[in-house]
């Protein structure tokens, strides 16, 4: 593979309608949106009206078009694989990939019936950015039907993390941040003891894992993650 092409595209949300919280995260290396966070060659398109009421909040299909034409210019352009900026983007996972001409990966909870059938029944946490907009929908879109095993838990549930929908236009203290999501990973942990291994459904979330990993001993899977065996498997 020549190193000097773009390997992924990432379809991000439209700039300038987003809450000023999820910019200061978005800035961070490990977030989807920052180049700091590829070893290799990466291009960003973002998409028309895609935003975190479109997407999270009420998920409009009228966004499908948009998606397709985005990725398909980066496609032009020679990336190999497509991901987005928001695992919510999950709900749209088999449109995309029904159209488009390179593998698609919508989100990381794609990465849950491997985790799965690693832990010989033991539970997987799953850490979302809004427990109560993430829906079975979700799930069954990437080929999850049965739940079991899976325990949610919301950072929508954090004052910090919260400023993001209740307080749109106020930054965020990334420490705090980094406080509260070490916190909820080991309250579940702690409320699971059998639990196998943590997913981080956001992919504003990658920057906190290693912390995550240090609290609560366990595997933790993330976008990060899964671009990385994307790419590996394309690495020659």
């Not at 907009?133 to 095993?149: C, N, P, S, T, W």
Request: aromatic content about 6%; glycine content about 6%.
């Amino acid at each position: 593979m020549n190193s000097q092409k773009p390997f992924l595209g990432v379809l991000c949300w439209e700039g300038g309608s987003n809450p000023k919280g999820l910019e200061q995260l978005e800035s961070l290396p490990g977030n989807s949106t920052n180049p700091l966070t590829y070893s290799f060659p990466v291009l960003f398109k973002r998409v028309k009206g895609a935003n975190y009421q479109s997407v999270l909040v009420s998920p409009d299909t009228a966004l499908i078009g948009p998606m397709v034409e985005a990725a398909e210019t980066m496609i032009e352009q020679g990336v190999k694989s497509i991901i987005t900026s928001c695992g919510f983007n999950a709900i749209f996972q088999q449109e995309l990939a029904a159209v488009l001409k390179v593998p698609v990966f919508t989100s990381a909870l794609m990465q849950i019936p491997f985790i799965r059938i690693s832990l010989g029944g033991r539970k997987i946490l799953v850490i979302t950015a809004s427990k109560k907009d993430l829906k079975q929908e979700h799930f069954q879109a990437i080929g999850v039907a049965d739940m079991r095993g899976i325990e949610i838990y919301g950072m929508d549930e954090m004052p910090e993390w919260s400023k993001i929908s209740r307080s749109p236009d106020q930054p965020l203290s990334i420490e705090k941040v980094e406080k509260e999501i070490v916190s909820l990973a080991v309250t579940a942990k702690e409320d699971h003891p059998d639990a196998g291994a943590i997913l981080l459904e956001c992919t504003d979330l990658p920057p906190f894992a290693n912390a995550v990993r240090k609290a609560v001993g366990l595997q933790v899977y993330d976008l990060s993650t899964m671009v990385s065996l994307i790419h590996d498997s394309f690495s020659t």
